[in-house]
């Protein structure tokens, strides 16, 4: 199974200016992988994440989660649908307030409806994974920026959700912690979840199984990694890659 968009179109309007903040994109999540979209700023990175999570309807074209399109949804059936299909990591510090690290790990995980109550187990697992076990009885606002990404990716994956979408999830973070959160990902990944990040970080680039870059609200194709022993395509070596992410006023 997997996530499948087809043409997706979404325009904004600022000062009086009509731009296309994702311009025509086509792109699937299947599971099992990690999917990577680079970009840098203000290329449409998050907007097209929140298309693609049925946070924002797009003006054109259209999402298939598993199969299901999200046009043909309430906003109340499409939030549903995502507290149960996507676990996510937004861009922006999300945790809430009046909660400890734990309890916003374990909230979280009874959105899937998998689980009535996430063990303690697993969120003691992930805790340690991701280096944040010191941290379960804190409450948020005590915490470094890096320190929430990684509770936000934590309690993304706590859930058990099929797919897990992170936005920068690497953000803040040095390459010790980015690579204990890459680690994460890529065993959920192993383990049949679709994964997509959204970054300019070239380290989340170097362990995607399937490249895009974004620039200017398009995606482009840069690597797909099939993971098959005698490979047919096999990544371009970072350099390239990098080359052409850079490329990206073509
Ligand atoms: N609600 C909005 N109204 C108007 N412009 C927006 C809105 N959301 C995003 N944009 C603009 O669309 C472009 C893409 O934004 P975004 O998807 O957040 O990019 P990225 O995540 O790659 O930094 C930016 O120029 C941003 O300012
Ligand atoms: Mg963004």
Redo the contacts with the bound molecule.
Sequence with gaps: MAIESGNLVKQ???RNRT?R??DDVSISIPEGKIVVVS??????????LNILSGMIRPDEGNVLIEGKDLAGLSVRERDMLRGKKIGIVP?VQSLIGGLTVRENIVLQGTFSGKKSESSSDDVRIYAELLGIEELLDVFPNSLSGGEMKRVAVARAITGDHEYIFA?EPTGELDPENAGKIMDVLRSQADSGKGVLL?THDELVESRADILYS?AG?KVTPVMTNTGDVGDSHPPLPLKSQNDLLKGEHL
């Design positions: 904004y309007t600022r731009f903040a994702v970009g840098s700023s203000g290329s449409g990175k998050s907007t097209l861009q936005d959204i974004m609200g």
